[in-house]
């Protein structure tokens, strides 16, 4: 009986050693990405990338996007992996000073790659003039809108040029408060962006300059729409751990501020029929008085390179393909907004199945001016986590929006001050 | 020594070599190293980054130039006052301590309770103890999901308040008083069936004569708990209290799912402060200075409970 299952053993051994090595003829290249399994985009490039390039695999290791962050700090230095995917310019910064990443400049340089392409917003990938990652998304927030919502409503749709009043005012006349079918004027997910970024579409205002007496402007759009019961309150949204794609999806929300990235989801899901919403549009984000319609904020998404990589000419090779016109056109086909900013590239955009076919959400498409949501310096992260502990004060009513923002300018004005 | 005595000696040694070994390469080295890299500064990346600071982050997690200038200033306690009310290391230790002397007491008196009633060969009793015994043994994600829901606006620990006539119309996770109580509530939960069979055991040693004699003598139900069971207890209760005094200052899994810390920082635990250091601002150096704190808080409470050995110990 041993010496059987001492046979076996070693004969799953030798198998395994064999299929390794058998494994080895094509060329792999290692992407750690977030929600790698959930996400479209991602296996319509690997496809694109492995149909042009039959010997190389793109293999990618999953993690999930809360564990993002803490995650990605045990995978830094590790030369299994390849190319880091970048979710966020402040985690970028401190891989950047962990030494973590390879400076993509030469490579830049030797293949002549033109940056023009991304309407300046690779600058937010540099640091002490080092390129050390490229943008192949660019995110920007829009207002997705219920069309039939409004039409039920009598309400006009949302144009490219609102203000935040008119926001409001609309907001308040699509609320139905009626208990067996309410309706919600808006609908704000729990993050601190979806509240008050707005401010920054100014291009003057930044999350980080320690004054944030502007943000209370913004504050108290929410707490007035959520008091008059135009949209769900902060605490029910965290209790209850909504995602706002269920809740838009559920057809009973008529406006919700979001990050262009849902129009993929959104398009899938109601050819799919998980979706109860049938007709919607995207209208430009409001904008305060005396702001150029068309203005908001964004993200951006990226790729670098790690630098104990085994590949990193592979490495260099998929970046440019995908950060450039070719990849851009792929990932415009998922129907996601490309970094890459060109007639073809909104073509392939609007072209996108379940697309809302009016002028007003194809006009959206090309914005007047996208500030980015937070730049990465060295207090970014630390400045964020006061922030997003201020904002769960102010939103959950423990203290009023003054004081909010009083402590919010405490506590920043120390960390700026060190 | 005798080849014998050699010969048990080396057994002895094997026996705890595996345990020790693994002791040390998981435990030992990385305190060590903890407490040595708290006297530097690393983002976590190649060693070269790694920078000698000294005292500094010590500085930095007190924030004692601030604190020692509000002392001069207004005086010791208003320094104080900052400290623990505006400083991210002195809201982590008051929120822990409160936490702490809240939660064990409670546990302790829940779990007593719980063992007194069922020590009895009550039908039903051996279920009642799995049923009690199960949160300790269930996964802690799940449990912290569910008394979110529970504990949510219209959930049913609302309702049930109102229906005893308290109108408490918020999200006990909302609010920055009852997020702590949540916490607590959790916990206790949890704790009460461990120790339970930690009590149930240690009653069955209390031996059946002294309750005779006590009846004898004309003591009453609560006199016999008070004079007799609760005394030979003592041995249990001094375990149990150091134990969870222990684990009730590394809470961490609890805090980071029901409320990560907030609303604001009022719930933040000295064990999700590390946390946030380390893995969020990659701030090695800070999140270990932060640790030996906590090393140093824990170890004098230890010290002092064990240097009262004599009196809560049966002679």
Known sequence: MKKLLALVLAAVMLISVVSFA???????????????????????????????????????????????????????NDDKFDIFMVKDVPSLLN???????????????????????????????????????????????????????????????????????????????LTNT??????????????????????????????????????????????????????????????????????????????????????????????????????????????????KPGSTFGNL??????????NPDLAWDYIAWLCGEAGAKVTAATGNRPAWVSEDVAEVLAAKEGFPTDEGSKAVLLPTFVAIEIPGTDNTAAISAVLNEEHSNIMTRTVSIEEGIEAMNERVGEILGQ | MGRLERKNTLIAYSFLAPNFIGFAVFTLVPVVLSIAMSFTEWNGGSLANMHWTGLKNYADIFKSAKVGSTMAESGFFAGLGYFFNKVDLGIALKNTVFYTLVTVPLSLVCSIMLAMALNKAVK????????????????????????????????????????LGINFNKSWTADSTMAMWAIILVSVWRNMGYYMVIYLAALQGVP????????????????????????????????ASIMLIISCFKIYDTVAIMTAGGPGRSTKMLVLYIFQEAFEQYKYGTASAIAMVLLVVVLTVTVI???NEKKFAND
């Open chain 1, 22 to 76: 058998a494994a080895e003829e094509k060329k792999t290249l290692t992407i750690v990405a977030w929600d790698a399994t959930t996400t479209a985009y991602l296996a319509e490039q690997k496809a694109a990338y492995e149909a042009e390039h039959p010997d190389v695999e793109i293999v990618y290791v999953d993690v999930p996007s809360q564990d993002w962050t803490t995650d990605m700090a045990t995978k830094l």
């Open chain 1, 95 to 173: 891989w950047y000073k962990a030494n973590a990443l390879l400076p993509l400049n030469d490579y830049i340089e030797k293949a002549g790659f033109d940056l023009s392409g991304f309407k300046g917003m690779d600058e937010y990938y540099k640091f002490d003039g080092n390129q050390v990652a490229l943008p192949f998304r660019s995110d920007f927030e829009v207002l997705f809108y219920n069309k039939d919502l409004f039409d039920a409503a009598g309400v006009a749709y949302p144009t490219n040029d609102m203000t935040w009043e008119q926001y409001k005012e609309k907001a308040l006349a």
């Open chain 1, 178 to 291: 009626d208990p067996a079918n309410p309706i919600y004027g808006t609908f704000y997910h729990t993050w601190l962006s979806t509240a008050v970024n707005y401010t920054v579409a100014d291009g003057v205002n930044t999350l980080l300059d320690g004054n944030y007496d502007d943000l209370a402007y913004f504050y108290q759009i929410i707490q007035d729409l959520e008091d008059a019961g135009a949209c769900i309150t902060f605490n029910e949204a965290k209790a209850a751990g909504l995602h706002y794609s269920g809740v838009f999806g559920n057809g009973n929300v008529a406006m919700m501020p979001m990050g262009y990235w849902y129009v993929a989801t959104l398009a899938d899901k109601i050819a799919s029929g998980e979706y109860k919403v049938k007709n919607w549009g995207i209208a430009s984000m409001p904008v305060k008085e005396g702001v």
């Open chain 1, 301 to 310: 998404t990226g790729v670098s390179i790690n630098a104990v990589s085994k």
């Open chain 2, 124 to 163: 039903g009793a051996v279920g009642f103890r799995t049923i009690f015994f199960f949160p300790y043994v269930a996964s802690m994600v799940a449990i912290c999901v569910c008394w979110n829901f529970m504990l949510m606006k219209n959930g049913p620990v609302n309702q049930l308040l109102m229906n």
């Open chain 2, 208 to 239: 059946r004569e002294l309750y005779e004699a006590a009846t004898v003598d004309g003591a009453n139900k609560w006199q016999q708990f008070r004079n007799v069971t609760l005394p030979q207890l003592r041995p249990t209760t001094f375990f």
């Open chain 2, 305 to 307: 409970q064990f240097s």
